[in-house]
Structures are given as structure tokens and as C-alpha cells.
């Protein structure tokens, strides 16, 4: 199967301090990624979906001044947690789908952020 | 909004036991998908469910599609400890992105 990386596998940051996680399609191309955040023992929360070349489309309640989504190449989508606070601390995985938007999914080992 | 419940939350099997998770959507889905995460881990996809009535079976797995497309289950027979982990249901509503169920944790007691 396809096979997505992400990196780094965890992060230990201050608070007010920026932090970004990387998500890369290693042996596909993937013009949409999608980036989700997991609280502890419960579901995937999509955040936002990652286009490739355009804008972010941000799922409702999802600050994206505060989650910076860039997506500069088929192989690569960035999230950026700006000035984090100890409530963004949590564990965020991308994906990305071969086939079309819905898909199966394939995802990235995950991030797990926390924010001192 | 459209949303996916999972029952139950959590279950506690003795090794070689059966166990069924159930997953209820608010409105028609296009498909349903299953993943598997274990502890620690993340999601992988287990199966694609499509028409209505659809009946797959993987090994010790067996994974169903209800005729209203509105519901789906799980069904694991003679569970083992590598099955451990939580099962997401996860339905397309046409809206070009999928929606994660809450998920059945599975917990094997040897």
C-alpha cells in the first residue's frame, strides 16, 4: 500500500512558541491531504483538508490563523501550530487516499504535541 | 450535522470470545470504511464497504453494509490478542471527506 510519513513523531514545546509537523506521501502523489487532531482514547476530529497549490479548506470551529496549513508540493502538506498553548497539546496524524477523496485512507505515524 | 455513532464505547473480551462493534449514521452514506488502530498507533484501513446489503468477510472478520446504507457492523469471531485496539467506522456522505465514527475500544482478557 501506499505509505505516508510524518514527522516529528513527537514535539515538546513552551508555550507561545510556533511548532511544525510534516507530512509527506513517500511513493504517491497526493493533491489532498487531510490533517486530524485525536484526543486522548477518542475518534479522529478532521481539522482541515490540504490542497495542493490552493487554500486549506478548514473544518467549522477550526481557528486557521492558529493552524496554518500549507500544502507547496504533491508530496508534501505542513501544519503549523502557531504560538501554542497547553490545550493544543494533543496527538495530530495526517492522510492522504489514492483514489479520490473518500478513498482509502492512509495515514501518517502521527504527532504528538505537548505544550508546556 | 452529519455524524457517525459507534456502539459500544468499549468492550471487554476473554480471549476466544466473539465481538461485534455497531456503527449508526445520521443519514444515508455513499460507503463506509473500517479501520483498526492499536494502541499507540494510528488508523489502517481495514475495509470499503459500498452496496447496500454488502457482506464482506476477512479471515475472522466479517463486515456488513445495511440495506438503508444507514448502518454497519463489525463482527470478529474467536477474538485473539492481536486484535486488540480501537475500530473506527468511518462514512462518506458524498461531501468529499470522510467522517470517523467514535470509535469501539477492544480490550482481550487472556
Known amino acids: 500500500g501506499a505509505v505516508v510519513s510524518q514527522h516529528p513523531s513527537w514535539v515538546i514545546c513552551k508555550s507561545g512558541t510556533s511548532v511544525k509537523i510534516e507530512c509527506r506521501s513517500l511513493d504517491f502523489q497526493a493533491t489532498t491531504m487531510f490533517w486530524y487532531r485525536q484526543f486522548p482514547k477518542q475518534s479522529l476530529m478532521l481539522m482541515a483538508t490540504?490542497?495542493?497549490?490552493?487554500?486549506?479548506?478548514?473544518e467549522q470551529g477550526v481557528e486557521k490563523d492558529k493552524f496554518l496549513i500549507n500544502h507547496a508540493s504533491l508530496t508534501l502538506s505542513t501544519l503549523t501550530v502557531t504560538s501554542a498553548h497547553p490545550e493544543d497539546s494533543s496527538f495530530y496524524i495526517c492522510?492522504?487516499?489514492?483514489?479520490?477523496?473518500?478513498?482509502?485512507?492512509?495515514f501518517g505515524e502521527g504527532s504528538r504535541l505537548t505544550v508546556l | 450535522g452529519q455524524q457517525v455513532m459507534q456502539i459500544p464505547q468499549y468492550q471487554h473480551v476473554q480471549e476466544g470470545e466473539d465481538f461485534t462493534t455497531y456503527c449508526n449514521s445520521s443519514?444515508?452514506?455513499?460507503?463506509i470504511q473500517w479501520y483498526k488502530q492499536r494502541p499507540g498507533g494510528h488508523p489502517v484501513f481495514l475495509i470499503q464497504?459500498?452496496?447496500?446489503?454488502e457482506v464482506k468477510k476477512q479471515k475472522r472478520l466479517t463486515f456488513q453494509f445495511g440495506e438503508a446504507k444507514k448502518n454497519s457492523s463489525l463482527h470478529i469471531t474467536a477474538t485473539q490478542t492481536t486484535d486488540v485496539g480501537t475500530y473506527f467506522c468511518a462514512g462518506d456522505f458524498g461531501n468529499e471527506k470522510l467522517t470517523f465514527g467514535t470509535g469501539t475500544r477492544l480490550t482481550i482478557i487472556p
Open positions: 490540504s490542497n495542493e497549490g490552493s487554500k486549506a479548506t478548514y
Open positions: 464497504l459500498v452496496k447496500s446489503g
Open positions: 443519514t444515508t452514506l455513499s460507503n
Open positions: 492522510s492522504a487516499s489514492v483514489q479520490g477523496l473518500t478513498g482509502e485512507l492512509f
